[in-house]
């Protein structure tokens, strides 16, 4: 079965210190891969998704960067986090129906 | 995508039925609807999705419209774990859409809240 692993589940980073999340899928191949985030009391904004092995799409400009060095891991980096990255940030995959990681709750301090 | 439009908030008390409505006036001809569910603090969980067709699993029920204008997304026997936001989407599933890249985007969902 299909699997998706997001880590870390909490984070806590200073003001610009660098950042990077990971996130794998298991179970399947080739499948769309999504970064979003949740700001408190607020819905879900795409940053960013990949149709396939570095090949990335931005949705919002921004001082986040994503890149997918294999077909099932993505990764979200920052060079200096700003406090205004702070939020919940969400790795999915999709082929037909999209699946959602845990999130990671990052705190910029 | 096409946009859908869903209330803000609904109640409904423990043990009765939640029927949570969803307009996608403008859904194209191979977009299929979806819903999620989003409990507070937690990543969107996959509820059921279809295209024409009433479908029916262990969580719910959608009725599409025969127009496919609409549809409701039906909890049968609602318990206070079903409090969520609940997110109606329509899309072109990545399977179909001759390896296109497709956004997968949110609004801003319903918030359900069962009562005791």
């Known amino acids: 079965s299909q699997t998706i692993h997001q880590w870390p589940a909490t984070l806590v980073q200073p003001v610009g210190s660098p950042l990077s999340l990971e996130c794998t899928v298991e179970?399947?191949?080739?499948?769309?891969l999504y970064w979003y985030r949740q700001a408190a009391g607020r819905g879900l904004q795409l940053l960013f998704y990949?149709?396939?092995?570095?090949?990335i799409s931005s949705e919002v400009p921004q001082n986040l960067s994503a890149s997918r060095p294999q077909d099932r891991q993505f990764i979200l980096s920052s060079k200096k986090l700003l406090l205004s990255d702070s939020g919940f940030y969400l790795c999915?995959?999709?082929?037909?129906?999209?699946?959602f990681g845990q999130g990671t709750r990052l705190t910029v301090v | 995508d096409a946009k859908t439009t869903q209330p803000t908030s609904m109640d409904c008390a423990e043990g009765r039925a939640a029927n949570l409505p969803c307009n996608h006036s403008?859904?194209?001809?191979?977009?299929?609807v979806y819903w999620y569910r989003q409990i507070h603090s937690q990543g969107p969980q996959y509820i059921i999705h279809?295209?024409?067709n009433n479908e029916t699993n262990e969580m719910a029920s959608l009725i599409i419209t025969e127009d496919r204008k609409s549809s409701t997304l039906i909890l049968p026997h609602a318990t206070l774990r079903d409090t969520a936001v609940y997110y109606c989407?329509?899309?072109?599933?990545?399977?179909?859409?001759?390896?296109?890249?497709?956004?997968?985007?949110f609004g801003s969902g319903t918030q359900l809240t069962v009562l005791p």
């Open positions: 999915a995959w999709s082929v037909q129906v999209a699946f």
């Open positions: 179970g399947t191949s080739n499948p769309n």
């Open positions: 990949s149709v396939g092995i570095g090949q």
């Open positions: 403008t859904i194209s001809g191979n977009e299929y």
């Open positions: 279809g295209l024409k």
């Open positions: 989407i329509v899309r072109v599933p990545r399977a179909i859409s001759s390896g296109s890249a497709r956004q997968l985007t």
